[in-house]
């Protein structure tokens, strides 16, 4: 993955999405059967407290979107709300931006 200035290439999608289980006993199931779909299908996975994050090439992203969105409906209806961005901030760009937050707040 090729770095300018603080963010990820272009050719790296990045996606967060979230899962929202609809009438289920067990909403967990759909949640980490997402997560768990994604990552087989090649992307790197970051799991968050609210939200999942994914990146890896188009294709990469736009199949582990489509698995995770499958899985999440096995266990019954769910609502996945995704935002892909393309050329996304590299973890060094964050850290450094956290930093400033903590030390202002």
């Known amino acids: 993955m090729e770095k300018d200035s603080g963010y990820m290439s272009s050719d790296v999608i990045g996606c967060q999405f979230s899962v929202y289980p609809l009438r289920q006993a067990d909403i967990g199931e759909s949640i980490r059967g997402a997560i ?4 087989e299908a090649g992307c790197q996975v970051r799991v968050q407290n609210l ?8 294709d990469q992203v736009f199949a582990a979107l489509r698995a995770a969105f499958g899985a ?3 266990p019954g209806s769910s609502v996945l709300i995704a935002t892909l961005v393309a050329g996304m901030p590299t973890d ?3 850290g450094e931006i956290q930093e400033g937050v ?4």
């Open 36 to 39: 768990d779909a994604a990552h």
């Open 92 to 94: 060094e760009l964050i």
């Open 51 to 58: 939200s999942t994050l994914m990146y890896g090439t188009e």
């Open 102 to 105: 903590e030390k202002h707040g």
């Open 72 to 74: 999440a409906q096995r």
